[in-house]
């Protein structure tokens, strides 16, 4: 395929691994950070409700009205 073939000769290129590399590390780190700065879940909410299936299949959240 193309893209494929472009995207294999893109990552030939030793420096653009290397800056893919760090955005991902950023993101993973960015993501953890905010994970670790969040609070528990529900915090300051009344007790989360179970989330149940509709008549259609899929899953509704029932906290929504």
Same mark, same amino acid.
């Given at each position: 395929?193309? $893209?494929? =073939?472009?995207? +294999? =000769? *893109? *990552?030939? #290129? +030793? +420096? #653009?691994?290397?800056? #893919?590399?760090?955005?991902? +590390?950023?993101? *993973? *780190?960015? #993501?953890?950070? =905010?994970?670790? =700065? /969040?609070?528990?879940?529900?915090?300051?909410? %009344?007790? %989360?409700?179970? @989330?149940?299936?509709?008549?259609?299949? /899929? $899953? $509704?959240?029932?906290? @929504?009205?």
């Amino acid at each position: 395929m193309i $893209v494929q =073939r472009v995207l +294999s =000769r *893109l *990552l030939a #290129l +030793s +420096s #653009l691994q290397t800056a #893919l590399k760090a955005l991902g +590390s950023a993101c *993973l *780190l960015w #993501l953890a950070w =905010r994970i670790a =700065r /969040s609070g528990p879940p529900n915090a300051g909410n %009344a007790p %989360a409700r179970p @989330v149940a299936n509709n008549h259609h299949g /899929s $899953v $509704v959240d029932q906290n @929504v009205t």
